[in-house]
């Protein structure tokens, strides 16, 4: 279950769903793999029994959104005052959090530990402005989203970042020890 330590993480953060049900979502998430936390949420408000047109109401929801009684049970007190939004944001938080993970994976992949820091909503909230093109390695990854943050689903990214005057550098000393080695060996007779 790949997304679940990062669906953990969003109910945490956020409050909207109780814990004992990051398990389900993250299974949603896996097999709707893909498509938008916005389609996952409404996905997961069909499964099951509709409540009654007048128990939406009373829960400030249209008659005609999609929501049943499964779904009602895994939100918290806090998820009752906003049901769909509380739902979608925890999945939407959780998909940026896995995006980040995927990213720092695949530049230790490659052998590279440098990441430059996107703080996405630099205008609205106070740690992607803060954070925003800053140089980080791998270790980073456990401090987003940062602290400051103020938005709800936290988008700041974290991308591979080459700098490439030193890969050069490294590909220069590389060049000399072989060349080194070779007239050696020419040389000298020895390797
Ligand atoms: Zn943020």
């Not at 049900?21 to 499964?47: C, D, S, T, V, W």
């Not at 030193?166 to 000298?188: D, M, N, P, S, T």
């Amino acid at each position: 279950m790949r997304y679940l330590p990062h669906i953990e993480k969003a109910i945490s953060r956020l409050g909207y769903i109780k814990p004992e049900y990051a398990p389900a979502l993250a299974i949603l998430m896996e097999e709707n793999e893909g498509h938008h936390p916005h389609k996952i949420g409404r996905l997961f408000r069909q499964i099951g029994i509709q409540l009654s047109a007048q128990s939406k109401r009373d829960l400030g929801i249209r008659a005609n959104a999609d929501m049943t009684v499964e779904a009602i049970d895994a939100l918290t007190e806090k998820g009752r005052t906003a049901p769909l939004k509380g739902l979608e944001a925890t999945l939407l938080d959780a998909q940026f959090s896995y995006f980040r993970e995927r990213s720092v994976r695949s530049g230790l992949t490659s052998g590279r530990d440098r990441f430059k820091i996107d703080g996405m909503f630099t205008l609205e909230c106070d740690g992607c402005r803060r954070l925003d093109g800053e140089i980080a390695t791998s270790a980073f990854l456990s401090k987003l989203p940062p602290p400051d943050c103020q938005k709800e689903a936290c988008a700041i990214g974290i991308q591979l970042n080459i700098d490439f005057i030193q890969e050069l550098v490294h590909k220069e000393r590389v060049r000399e020890a072989a060349q080194k080695k070779g007239l050696l060996a020419r040389i000298f007779k020895r390797d």
